[in-house]
């Protein structure tokens, strides 16, 4: 650790709603450097409040948070492109901020005079362009199309071209607000051996992402931004984690209410003479199309559909693999003998991952009156991660329903194995001595 | 203020290579490319010729060739106008490297004026070649004041650019005034008129207070009325010389004071 090589002290910024403006004085404006005149709190939006960090040099610090969160008004304060409105910015050393890349190219000249003008505005001398040119094409691979105007580009090769010359400044302290999607899988690696031979370098960076792996494999520390405040910063492992939690304490409370509403729209008794399958035939069919409704004679009604995860409380996030309980609150309005109780799992794009119910699972009904709870136990839910959506029902053996919800209930999936598809068998893999693996790093 | 205005000589490089971008992205895609450099003048210049020697006849003897007199005092406001109006919108034109890029704002309407320079001298040639096809042949002791009234354009021109470019960032609306404002700054100065005339006279309080009646004058008495500079306007522009500094100072730090607001306002 050596002295820092970006210091934010007690920083806030604030930013003027977009909307009617009055004028100071042009004198009072004169002295204080602002056409407008000191707006009032709810005239302002605080994008940063009071935030204090320190990056050594030749750290590399992540900073994640949900969009809004400041991160970038964070970068553009380091890069000095606008200026706090209280506290201090202190950067050390020559600053090359990849925030918008190619933000200074002129369209109608060719590449190559705009990587020579582009280059010095980032603070490069024509020789220094001139020593790099060769690395910086190849970098951006677009030897065959430097001398063309830069109008007849891609995005991606403009992109890729404004990178190549940003990376190539030979900065101390390197701003990077998620541009490593501008290419494919070959340049993004490109990108990423380029950051860690800074890192080799002992630059400091700076990195703006919404790829947490990418902070996790490559970042010293992390810095967790919400609502322009600092939720905190260290270890990135740590920090991610606390961030994660965070993200799916959201999620689950935006997937309350949306239940909460359907509950609300659902809570009357369900139609009797709804779209609803009367056979089984069409039942199957209608399984396929039906969007998300209520429907039935109303004779057993379910009054309420919860879900618990493992440790039993009522959630809408899960992890792959972890028990879930779901259960049903029913109620006869009379006693029947013929019910069967149903469920069925469908992803967010409509496929049918699974049903069943009682009655293929040979329970014979006999008799059910009052109010009874039924709770189904998925000894692990094998899913990969995802959002899914759930029907549950009441019916007859014939299909006829008492009360039939469809892809009412939303539950989501984390985990942190990116595998993909549906299902996710339990498994694991064996190797012989010969064949081995190096630890990611 | 001080230590930008140093900093400002520290990107001689960028300014100069964006100028010449200017240059060169201006008539990238024309067929006569750069040549439009000249033949603007020369189209601009025949328009102004036809009108004042076919249409509205100019008698008077000292104005001849009167389109030689007029040639002289149109160069340098054309550079004058046309750097203005640019640099009034080049910070909004050039909001991308405002908010996007560490940028010394102040570039962008140095190289507005510097670029409208470039074309300047491009018609001086043009000038040139008209004073040798009429075998016109200025004075040698005016002419070596020349460069120095090119540099007070220059520095006045800038100050003022500096000024606009900052306001028109706050008040869009200066865009729109301040072409109206040009067209009527043209008539009032001295350039298709000499400020001789008798017709004139009663406007001499406007002379007075119009700074580009300093620079008409003299480019005229420099070029086209033979030997009369030395003696006659010299102190003036010396004096306006000093005008302009001051006009750039105050330019430079308004520009300075509203620098931060730049990268939210653009």
């Avoid at chain 2, 507005?112 to 004075?139: E, K």
């Avoid at chain 2, 540099?151 to 606009?164: I, P, R």
């Avoid at chain 2, 420099?222 to 330019?251: D, P, Q, Y």
Wanted: glycine share 8%.
């Amino acid at each position: 650790m050596s002295t820092p090589a970006i210091s934010l002290h007690h920083v806030s910024k604030r930013y003027r709603r977009y909307g009617g403006r009055q004028f100071a004085t042009l004198k009072s404006a004169l002295l204080s450097g602002d056409l407008v005149r000191k707006l009032r709190p709810d005239e302002t939006f605080e994008a940063l409040s009071d935030v204090s960090f320190d990056v050594a040099a030749g750290q590399t610090l992540g900073v994640i948070g949900r969009n809004g969160s400041g991160k970038s008004t964070a970068l553009k304060l380091v890069a000095g492109i606008t200026k706090p409105t209280t506290g201090t910015v202190k950067v050390e050393g020559r600053i090359s901020a990849l925030i918008e890349l190619g933000a200074g190219f002129h369209p109608e000249i060719s590449g190559r005079e705009n990587v020579f003008i582009n280059g010095i505005m980032l603070g490069l001398t024509r020789r220094e362009i001139q020593a790099r040119f060769d690395e910086i094409v190849d970098f951006a691979e677009l030897r065959q199309f430097i001398d063309a105007p830069v109008k007849t580009y891609s995005s991606g090769m403009y992109m890729r071209l404004g990178f190549a010359v940003a990376i190539h400044v030979d900065p101390d302290v390197l701003l990077v607000d998620e541009v490593l999607a501008v290419g494919d899988e070959s340049f993004t690696h490109k990108c990423l051996d380029k950051f860690a031979e800074f890192k080799r370098r002992n630059k400091t960076i700076l990195l703006v992402t919404h790829s947490l792996g990418l902070v996790e494999r490559f970042c010293d520390e992390a810095l967790w931004l919400d609502h322009g405040q600092m939720r905190g910063q260290g270890d990135p492992t740590r920090i991610i984690g606390a961030y994660m939690t965070d993200v799916e304490r959201q999620e689950e409370q935006l997937l309350a209410d949306a239940d909460a509403r359907v509950k609300a729209s659902a809570s009357d008794a369900p139609v009797a003479d709804g779209p609803g399958p009367t056979d089984a035939g069409a039942a199957a069919a209608d399984m396929m199309t039906a969007s998300e409704g209520r429907w039935g004679s109303g004779e057993v009604q379910i009054r309420e559909v919860t879900l618990f995860g493992e440790e039993g409380q009522p959630t809408h996030i899960f992890h792959t693999g972890e028990r879930v309980t779901l259960r049903l609150a029913v109620s006869a309005a009379r006693p029947v003998d013929d019910f069967v109780f149903g469920i069925g799992l469908f992803s967010a794009e409509g496929v049918f991952i699974y049903g069943t119910n009682t009655f293929i699972e040979e329970y014979d009904p006999d008799t059910l009156e009052g109010d009874a709870e039924i709770e189904l136990v998925l000894d692990s839910l094998d899913l990969v991660e995802g959002t899914y959506k759930l029907d549950v029902a009441v019916h007859r053996r014939d299909g006829a329903a008492y009360d039939y919800h469809r892809l009412l209930y939303t539950f989501r999936v984390k985990s942190r194995v990116k595998d993909v598809g549906i299902y996710r068998p339990k498994h694991h893999w064996t190797f012989p001595p010969s064949v081995r693996f190096r630890i990611r790093p | 203020m001080w230590t930008n205005l140093a900093t400002l000589v520290r990107y001689r490089g960028l300014i100069r290579s964006l100028v010449a971008r200017e240059l060169k992205a201006r008539y990238r895609g024309s067929i006569l490319g750069f040549f439009w450099s000249f033949i603007n003048p020369i189209l601009l210049l025949s328009i102004y010729t036809f009108v004042f020697t076919e249409i509205l006849e100019n008698r008077d003897p000292d104005l001849q060739p009167y389109s030689l007199f007029m040639f002289c005092g149109l160069l340098p406001w054309t550079w004058f106008s046309s750097s203005l109006n640019e640099a009034a919108g080049s910070l909004i034109s050039g909001s991308n490297l405002i908010r996007k890029v560490l940028f010394p704002a102040e570039v962008l309407p140095i190289v507005s004026v510097l670029a409208n320079m470039v074309h300047f001298f491009f018609g001086l040639l043009i000038l040139a070649a008209f004073f040798v096809g009429l075998q016109y042949r200025p004075d040698w002791h005016d002419l070596v004041w020349f460069p120095l009234v090119v540099l007070v354009q220059l520095v006045f021109t800038t100050g003022l650019a500096l000024a606009l470019a900052a306001l028109t960032v706050h008040f869009r609306d200066i865009r729109d005034l301040l072409s109206n404002l040009l067209t009527f700054w043209f008539f009032a100065t001295p350039i298709i008129y000499a400020y001789y005339m008798p017709s004139v006279q009663g406007y001499r309080w406007l002379f007075n207070v119009n700074p580009f009646f300093h620079l008409s004058v003299s480019y005229q008495e420099i070029l086209f009325f033979r030997g009369s500079f030395v003696h006659g306007h010299l102190k003036l522009l010396l004096e306006f010389g000093l005008v302009s500094i001051g006009v750039f100072i105050a330019g430079y730090w308004l520009f300075d004071r509203l620098r931060d607001s730049f990268a939210e306002a653009v």
